[in-house]
């Protein structure tokens, strides 16, 4: 079953990208500078497919983090897959729990799995 979640993620990670993609970068990132906590999910979707930019799995993470913490239900379900995938230095099944709770408490259908 987890090959076939990964891959659903995967496809969801990359049409969000394609609606990102319509956005100029530069503004992207100033807002999610400023904590703009969807331009900080949009930012991190762009360090992951690298679309506009390098692939950085550093910048990744931290860009969706800084999203999560502030609650946005999206960066908390990428954030606990990469946590229960091993993306994140392992595999850290407990702290993905966790992020899948909070957004699962949001209503994310896919974390209420």
Same mark, same amino acid.
């Given at each position: 079953?987890?090959?076939?979640?990964?891959?659903?993620?995967?496809?969801?990670?990359?049409?969000?990208?394609?609606?990102?993609?319509?956005?100029?970068?530069?503004?992207?990132?100033?807002?999610?500078?400023? @904590?703009?906590?969807?331009?900080?999910?949009?930012?991190?979707?762009?360090?992951?497919?690298?679309?506009?930019?390098?692939?950085?799995?550093?910048?990744?993470?931290?860009?969706?983090?800084?999203?999560?913490?502030? @609650?946005? $239900?999206?960066?908390?379900?990428?954030?606990?897959?990469?946590?229960?995938? @091993?993306?994140?230095?392992?595999?850290?099944?407990?702290?993905?729990?966790?992020?899948?709770?909070?957004?699962?408490?949001? @209503?994310?259908?896919? $974390?209420?799995?």
């Amino acid at each position: 079953m987890l090959p076939t979640i990964t891959f659903k993620i995967c496809i969801i990670f990359l049409f969000t990208a394609l609606i990102v993609y319509s956005q100029d970068f530069k503004s992207i990132k100033r807002n999610a500078e400023y @904590g703009n906590a969807l331009s900080q999910y949009d930012l991190a979707i762009l360090y992951y497919v690298g679309d506009s930019v390098q692939v950085d799995k550093n910048k990744t993470i931290f860009w969706l983090t800084k999203s999560a913490e502030q @609650g946005y $239900a999206k960066a908390q379900f990428y954030l606990g897959t990469f946590y229960y995938n @091993g993306e994140i230095n392992g595999i850290d099944k407990p702290l993905a729990f966790n992020w899948f709770k909070k957004c699962a408490q949001q @209503g994310h259908i896919g $974390a209420q799995y």
